[in-house]
């Protein structure tokens, strides 16, 4: 986890009765996956009016490899999809 210092990180925490616990962490969120890769701070208020960047599909395909066992995707290509429309939504504009 030290290469994710400083970076907000999604963890699956697990709490036993006898007050152990075991953790696995997730990485980072797609969206700031997405942020990183195009270099901006924030998303769009107005996605459909206001665009903040564009990414491209080999951004979109390394995204979803790092996040292919977590996403609802039966191959790389639904992962992707999965990736682009969070993109949309944070106004961010998809190009070849």
Not at 29 to 34: A, Q
Not at 36 to 62: C, F, H, M, R, Y
Not at 73 to 95: F, L, P, Q, Y
Request: hydrophobic share 40%; no cysteine; glycine share 8%.
């Amino acid at each position: 986890t030290k290469d994710l210092m400083g970076k907000n990180v999604i963890v699956h925490i697990r709490v036993f009765e006898d007050r152990t616990f075991d953790w696995k962490s997730l990485g980072q969120p797609v969206d700031d996956l997405i942020r990183e890769a195009i270099k901006i701070e924030k998303g769009s208020g107005k996605p459909n009016v206001d665009k903040v960047g564009k990414i491209t599909k080999a951004q979109l395909q390394e995204i979803a490899e790092k996040k292919m066992d977590q996403l609802n995707a039966v191959d790389i290509d639904g992962a992707i999809k999965i990736v682009a429309g969070t993109a949309r939504s944070m106004g961010v504009e998809v190009t070849e």
